[in-house]
């Protein structure tokens, strides 16, 4: 299935909360490599050196396909693997959140730990502006002038990028395109042109 668009943040947020003693910062950032991810790490830990825990989950790649979690010294599972688990079910990718916790002196025990973490990255994704980003690949097309009046009218009819036009004998025009059109406009596109056309994907 081709994927037409992705998930995302638009912007920084953080929040902070107190459960049963322990303080909890929550923090959500847009990002598009894992360079990113490792900067906004490395300036949490400076930010809040004297923390008890740094715990995260990122995941990026339009479906998500790259992720990476961390409890950061809690028990196993009680912190990253929720964190994750949380974008997953908010399809939400090309973001990092970590959870801050300063230990406040009453242990939560496993649950009670897990839920403290899911409640965290809940409030600080539900302040979160999510965005829906589309997904555009590149297709150049070749075709004689007399055809421009039939391809425009494809290209207007299915909201086609147009990224670049040039003019010699024929015109080409460089497309951005939603992954899932391409193979139904390549026929129209064909048949508009009666096969008088190039594509290159």
């Known amino acids: 299935m081709s994927i037409d668009e992705y998930r995302t943040i638009a912007s920084d947020v953080s929040t902070e909360q107190k459960i049963k003693g322990s303080r909890f910062i929550g923090m959500i950032f847009p990002v598009d490599s894992q360079d990113e991810v490792w900067y906004h790490l490395a300036r949490c830990r ?3 050196h004297d923390a008890t825990h740094h ?77 829906r980003v589309p997904v555009l690949k590149n297709l ?3 075709f ?32 951005g395109i939603r992954p899932s059109l391409i193979d139904p406009v390549t026929v129209h596109l064909r048949d508009v042109t009666a096969g008088n056309i190039m594509i290159k994907r």
């Open 46 to 48: 400076k930010i809040y």
């Open 140 to 142: 150049r097309i070749t």
């Open 144 to 175: 004689p002038y007399d055809h421009t009046s039939g391809v425009m009218h494809i290209i207007s009819q299915n909201n086609i990028k147009i990224i670049d036009t040039e003019y010699s004998d024929d015109v080409t025009l460089h497309l």
């Open 55 to 131: 715990c995260y989950a990122f995941r990026t790649g339009i479906e998500g396909k790259v992720s990476r979690f961390s409890d950061d010294g809690e028990p196993s599972g009680t912190a990253g693997k929720p964190i994750l688990m949380l974008l997953e079910h908010r399809e939400i990718t090309n973001a990092l959140l970590v959870v801050v916790r300063y230990f406040g002196g009453t242990k939560l025990g496993t649950g009670g730990l897990v839920r403290a973490y899911i409640e965290a990255a809940r409030a600080v994704v539900e302040q979160a502006s999510v965005i």
